[in-house]
T-cell receptor, first 111, second 116 residues
Framework: DQQVKQNSPSLSVQEGRISILNCDYT??????FLWYKKYPAEGPTFLIS?????DKNEDGRFTVFLNKSAKHLSLHIVPSQPGDSAVYFC??????????FGTGTSLTVIP | DTGVSQDPRHKITKRGQNVTFRCDPI?????LYWYRQTLGQGPEFLTY????????KSRLLSDRFSAERPKGSFSTLEIQRTEQGDSAMYLC??????????????FGQGTRLTVV
């Protein structure tokens, strides 16, 4: 049962443009959400997080938006850079402090 | 502190053999997680510890899997009688209590297990 879903397995964006990565979840008990970036043969690296009491959190080029009613969050990267090319995972946290991860979206930023 | 470290980075073993992986978390982190990731999937939760107590185990963690964190510092994950389906990347992460302060978990680089 996949409680966190990333329906786009891949995304290609031109350098300088905006990248939008989407994530949907099914469990209304999730109250914290995180985005991780992963390069091949490395562990995931934390990018940005958002609490369910907020609808937006911004850190430099990265902004996460949360729509609780739609059970949807998105990560915006602007401007996109070639070094952003990686697999991006969203993760949701329940009250048991267990992370549930999506299946990932592979982002390619074209120079 | 150099972050979360895992050892070994790669392990190739024959089916039926036992393997043990080690994770050294960030020193002040009281929580430690084990995840497994297969190709094309996101990390799947296996188990987590708060200090030395194992608080939750996934149903993915069959009786061939055992994890320990004897002194609340490093942790080991042992797989007995390995099967080809155990081939995966095993990830360890650590964090402070996620209900206090910064809410993020730091991952190690993983141990890639190949069962032949």
């Amino acid at each position: 049962d996949q409680q966190v879903k990333q329906n786009s397995p891949s995304l290609s964006v031109q350098e300088g443009r905006i990248s939008i990565l989407n994530c949907d979840y099914t469990n209304s008990m999730f109250d914290y959400f995180l985005w991780y970036k992963k390069y091949p043969a490395e562990g995931p690296t934390f990018l940005i997080s958002i609490s369910s009491i907020k609808d937006k959190n911004e850190d430099g080029r990265f902004t996460v938006f949360l729509n609780k009613s739609a059970k949807h969050l998105s990560l915006h990267i602007v401007p996109s850079q070639p070094g952003d090319s990686a697999v991006y995972f969203c993760a949701a946290l329940n009250t048991g402090n267990q992370f549930y991860f999506g299946t990932g979206t592979s982002l390619t930023v074209i120079p | 502190d150099t972050g979360v470290s895992q050892d070994p980075r790669h392990k190739i073993t024959k089916r039926g053999q036992n393997v043990t992986f080690r994770c050294d978390p960030i020193s002040e982190h009281n929580r430690l997680y084990w995840y497994r990731q297969t190709l094309g999937q996101g990390p799947e939760f296996l188990t987590y510890f708060q200090n030395e107590a194992q608080l939750e185990k996934s149903r993915l963690l069959s009786d061939r899997f055992s994890a320990e964190r004897p002194k609340g510092s490093f942790s080991t994950l042992e797989i007995q009688r390995t099967e080809q389906g155990d081939s995966a990347m095993y990830l360890c992460a650590s964090s402070l209590d996620l209900r206090q302060g910064e809410l993020e978990a730091f991952f190690g680089q993983g141990t890639r297990l190949t069962v032949v």
